[in-house]
């Protein structure tokens, strides 16, 4: 290993990330009270511009009265795009009304390292202003050429980014890509053609310590569909995925989620090498193949989330 390493800035269950238009009441209430680990409450894409005002009181609103930590959730607010009037208002009301109930904000369409400099100054200073002791963190979306083209440089922020997302509808359009729907495969393209770009945003995520998250599936309609593209970015390193629909936060937390048997085998992997350890072994083997050190580390990344998912 490098003697520079950048550990986990924050662990937290993020299997299933539920979006909700914050311009819908009835909806936020559904969302609180349903299965997601994560839930976004929206004042971007999903707001129509008329509805900006009212769905940031909604949001404000819902953080207050919502008690998300005792469902088990994590609540965050994806703010306006900086290149927009609504943004700095944004955050502006939201922290000042809602900051110590907020756990994070997402940052929508980041494509240059200053864009978070910009939210975290407004939040260091409405934090110290408000003398709140909660401190919120920050998640980027990667969704345009320029945030892909620096999101190493974006990764190695640091403050309170925690997490980045990999937008894959607003990349699509971009990049001028033609695709069928939001997340889905191009038949005309030879396997995934998101599989480079989000690699390199999970790449860049464990280098510095960052939580990489898959974004969107458009086609509710097609479960197959969404499974398999969670399947994918699952295989890649991600912790879990966006849902754009109730419906598609069962299949994410089954997705990210290990199974029995890979806890089991996950659990036998340390007991062995333990043993190994015991006779000054640095290898085992188990179920007629070698394991190591490496293996353990694989191991234990099944047993944090299986631990999170059991102290949820």
């Not at 238009?21 to 009835?26: F, I, L, Q």
């Not at 966006?242 to 806890?263: D, K, L, R």
């Amino acid at each position: 290993m490098s003697h520079t390493l950048y550990p986990l800035k924050k662990q937290r269950l993020q299997r299933s990330e539920l979006a909700v238009p914050a311009s819908n009441p009835t909806m936020i209430d559904k969302a609180a009270n349903g299965p997601a680990d994560y839930v976004f409450l929206d004042l971007e894409d999903a707001v129509a511009p008329p509805e900006k005002e009212i769905a940031r009181k909604n949001a404000i609103q819902a953080l207050n009265d919502i008690d998300w930590a005792a469902k088990g959730k994590t609540v965050s607010v994806r703010i306006n795009g900086l290149d927009t009037h609504y943004m700095y208002r944004d955050v502006v009301d939201v922290m000042e009304q809602a900051g110590s109930r907020v756990h994070t904000l997402l940052v929508p369409k980041v494509g240059v390292p200053g864009d978070l400099y910009m939210v975290e100054a407004m939040v260091n200073q409405i934090e110290m202003a408000k003398g709140f002791s909660t401190r919120v963190g920050l998640e980027a979306l990667i969704e345009t050429a320029l945030g892909m083209a620096n999101v190493e440089a974006i990764a190695q922020f640091g403050g309170r980014l925690e997490a980045l997302h990999f937008g894959v509808a607003d990349f699509a359009a971009s990049m001028r890509a033609r695709t069928v729907n939001i997340g889905g495969l191009n038949p005309d393209y030879p396997g995934d053609q998101w599989h480079a770009a989000i690699a390199r945003m999970v790449t860049a995520c464990r280098a510095y310590g960052l939580r990489p998250i898959d974004g969107p599936f458009g086609d509710f309609s097609d479960p197959e569909g969404y499974k398999a593209g969670a399947r994918r970015a699952a295989a890649l390193g991600c912790e879990g995925k966006w849902a754009i629909h109730p419906s598609q936060v069962a299949m994410a937390n089954e997705v990210f989620s290990p199974t029995e048997a890979e806890v089991t085998k996950a659990r036998r992997i340390i007991e062995e090498l333990r043993a190994a350890e015991a006779q000054g072994k640095g290898a085992a083997s188990l179920d007629g193949k070698m394991i190591d050190a490496a293996s353990e580390k694989m191991a234990r990344n099944v047993l944090v989330v299986a631990e999170a998912i059991s102290a949820k």
